[in-house]
């Protein structure tokens, strides 16, 4: 079998290394892309960069038929209190970075008659709303809606599109807090965060599924399907805060 050309943004570090990895024991020809260390290293946000990156890999390694789009940055703060900049920045990296890899991975696989898969990595942020992560949330929506027109665009040459996952072990939650940690477990309907293994066999398993495009798949442990409305869940925490009866 002859390995299958694949690049990974943001591939190394938390869940992009991890589905490089993954891929690689898999037996995928894979070219990690990230701003700091990886086979290549690029700023996805811009365009020259990101074209430069995939001419390169064409004129190497050939035309890769798989992309995992993972790169992104992290962000939290009210809507009236991040800054411009700030914002922007978020937006540049999650948003027109993915679609930027999106598009030079397609045009690529158009160019050279290659049919092929790509995911690009979301949040179950795009689709509910968190108070304290305004510019990440409308970065992680813009993906989940992007992927779907991409999918209809380019289906009819043979390239397909989806997205995942939910909150995950990453670097981006090293400054969380233990109780912050403890509450999310709860809520997750498995018991526990996801652990970048987990995402990232449900983002190669998602790469090959043949009939499967234009799809946002939540890889979250069943975090997004529990309603903030948790009267059993309220009910036990109190229970567990009052102090023991005693004779």
Known sequence: MTAVNTVVTGGASGIGRAVAALLKDMGYRVIVWDICGGDLECDISDPDAVSAGMAAIVAEHGVPARVVACAGVGASGLLLSRSVTDSQRVIAVNL???WLTLR?????????????S??????????????????CCVSKAGIDMLVKVAAVQWGRFGIRVTVGPGVTRTPMLSQAGKLWIAALSERTALGRLGKPTDVAAAIVG????????????HADGGLAVHSPIDAYGQLRRLAASRPPDTD
């Open 96 to 98: 027109t970075g993915t």
């Open 104 to 116: 030079a991975g397609a045009q690529a696989m158009i160019d050279a008659g290659v049919p092929g």
């Open 206 to 217: 998602v790469l090959e599924l043949d009939w499967v495009t234009g799809q946002v798949v």
């Open 118 to 135: 790509m995911v690009a990595v979301s949040s179950i942020s795009g689709t509910v709303a968190d108070r304290d992560m305004g510019a």
